[in-house]
């Protein structure tokens, strides 16, 4: 009987390695006996990657480094596998995390995040008010070379640092009248506070930036002209900075700044409801791509009706911040994207957290509580395919890049112990967890779009699609620019689909059989 019983667990066991997604090349849950919080990471020249957030614990699991005060800085070093090379826990005796982690000209790194801590531990300064910004250069182990502390007398918050050629830029969100560091006045409740540094940590100028109500901060990129792009979500109006007045509760809202911190232009972006900018980057085109969060249906420059309590929402600018195109994407429940990168092929990936079952662009159910979803879209922002990974609690993407061999790297957090796609019980309350990630093929390049065959093409009024024996469940029409012009759900092999009220033009079918997705191309005359 024990041999039996042995043998069954055996065969679950198999049967629960073979059951991960095959997407999966390898995935790492790092943690200690409490609470972590990633928030960055970079592949390092040598193939491995540096990590950052925050940490709670004491050492225990993974932690080899006892806490300095309530929550520390934590930056872990892995090799490419992700095996931990070395780490540090960075704080003084009171709350220091880190929101942003950059490499630095003599092989080193630099990161910031809040800092409640006076002189303690790492800490060399004092608090200037309730919260600062907390500047720490390591060097290539991962040593602590320096430290400044910049604040004024209030709440200084989620800070980022980018390396320019001569020095540093930082920003966050600030709520200081002129005190401590600051020395211009809150223009409204939340500012952007910008700041230029040398390469040692000194201030060289600095700018607040917002309108007379609520502009809070998430993000910055430098530009390729030497300046920079700040970007948040606000609900002021024409005030202060504000050249435009709020579309809705929140709006996205980004400002363009010369390399001197000039405002060059700014733009306000959004619907009727609430939407959330967490990243921008800059494209190849020298464009901008925007990613959120939208509760917003059709309104303000909302094109699409939202299709759940919260979408992904990913916008196209010009170099000049003009729409070029945008998607909302997501399910019946809550999705959220918080991290988007440009692809060797010129689209983009797309990570956040979700917790939509089947539905709407979900073509996958959740696995518990949040998961995962990483979306893969084109250069004008179609899906291409997409995968949702996680285990029974709630797990979710807050940073995701492509690695230099063309796989994913996927960084955030995960409560969940052995259970879906998690090989690895939690540490403690909330994890590090890393995931490497196929890179998966392209959708006119993948076996579904290769049994797909469209008649007539052109064609004038109906376009038959061949799928042999695939089941189409929904059939998107787009436009060469990105632009959705036709739904339909179906449930059926091969459809017709009337197309004699679209324009003469190419355009894209995309065609969704359970996860699989095909992207073919026709001519409407």
Not at 501 to 520: H, P
Request: hydrophobic share 30%.
């Amino acid at each position: 009987m024990k041999k039996i019983i042995i043998l069954l667990a055996l065969l679950l066991s198999t049967f629960a390695i073979y059951a991960q997604d095959p997407n999966i090349l390898w995935q790492r849950t790092i943690g200690g006996s409490e609470e972590e919080y990633l928030n960055d990471f970079k592949e390092t020249p040598d193939g491995g990657f540096i990590f950052g957030g925050a940490s709670q614990s004491d050492i225990s699991g993974d932690k080899t480094d006892g806490s300095n005060g309530y929550i520390d800085t934590w930056i872990i070093k892995t090799d490419s596998d992700g095996v931990i090379e070395w780490q540090n826990s960075i704080g003084g005796n009171g709350y220091d995390d880190l929101h942003s982690l950059e490499f630095t000209p003599d092989g080193g790194f630099i990161a910031c995040g809040e800092s409640t801590s006076d002189i303690s531990g790492d800490k060399t300064e004092n608090s200037r008010g309730l919260d600062d910004y907390w500047i720490v250069k390591l060097d290539t182990s991962g040593n602590v070379e320096w430290d400044k502390t910049i604040g004024g007398s209030d709440s200084e918050s989620l800070p980022q640092i980018r390396v320019a050629n001569d020095g540093y830029f930082i920003s966050g969100g600030s709520r200081s009248n002129i005190s401590g560091d600051k020395t211009e006045n809150a223009i409204g409740e939340d500012d952007y506070w910008l700041l230029k540094l040398d390469l040692s940590g000194n201030i060289v100028w600095q700018k607040t930036i917002g309108g007379s109500s609520s502009d809070s901060f998430s993000t910055m990129v430098l530009t390729s002209d030497g300046g920079c792009i700040l970007g948040g979500y606000s609900d002021s109006n024409i005030s202060g900075n504000k050249t435009e007045n709020s579309k809705g509760e929140y709006d996205y809202w980004i400002i363009k700044l010369s390399s001197s911190g000039t405002i060059e232009w700014d733009k306000t972006i959004g619907g009727s409801q609430t939407d959330v900018l967490n990243s921008v980057i800059q494209t190849s085109d020298n464009g901008f791509l925007l990613s959120g969060r939208s509760s917003s249906d059709i309104s303000g420059d909302k094109t699409e009706d939202s299709l759940g309590s919260s979408d992904f929402w990913i916008v196209k600018l010009n170099s000049s911040g003009n729409l070029e195109w945008q998607n909302t994407i997501g399910g019946n429940d809550i999705d959220q994207a918080y991290s988007a990168n440009q692809t060797s092929d010129g689209g983009y990936i797309i990570g956040g957290f979700s917790r939509s079952d089947i539905s709407g662009d979900k073509t996958e159910n959740g696995q518990g509580n949040f998961d995962c979803w990483l979306v893969k879209i084109n250069n004008v922002g179609i899906i291409e395919w997409q995968n949702t990974i996680g285990g029974s609690e709630i797990d979710g993407i807050t940073s995701v890049i492509q690695a230099s061999d063309g796989n994913y790297i996927l960084g955030g957090n995960s409560q969940s112990n052995i259970s879906g796609d998690k090989t690895e019980n939690s540490r403690g309350g909330q994890d590090y967890w890393i995931i490497k990630h196929a890179q998966t093929l392209g959708l006119e390049e993948n076996p579904f779009s290769s049994v797909i065959t469209l008649y007539p093409n052109p064609t004038k009024n109906i376009l038959q699609l061949n799928t042999q024996d695939k089941t189409i469940d929904q059939v998107n029409i787009y436009t060469m620019t990105g632009s959705k012009v036709l739904q339909l759900e179906v449930d059926t092999v091969s459809p017709t689909v009337d197309v004699s009220r679209l324009a003469s033009g190419v355009y894209y079918v995309q065609l969704y059989s359970g996860k699989n997705v095909a992207l073919k191309k026709f001519v409407k005359e």
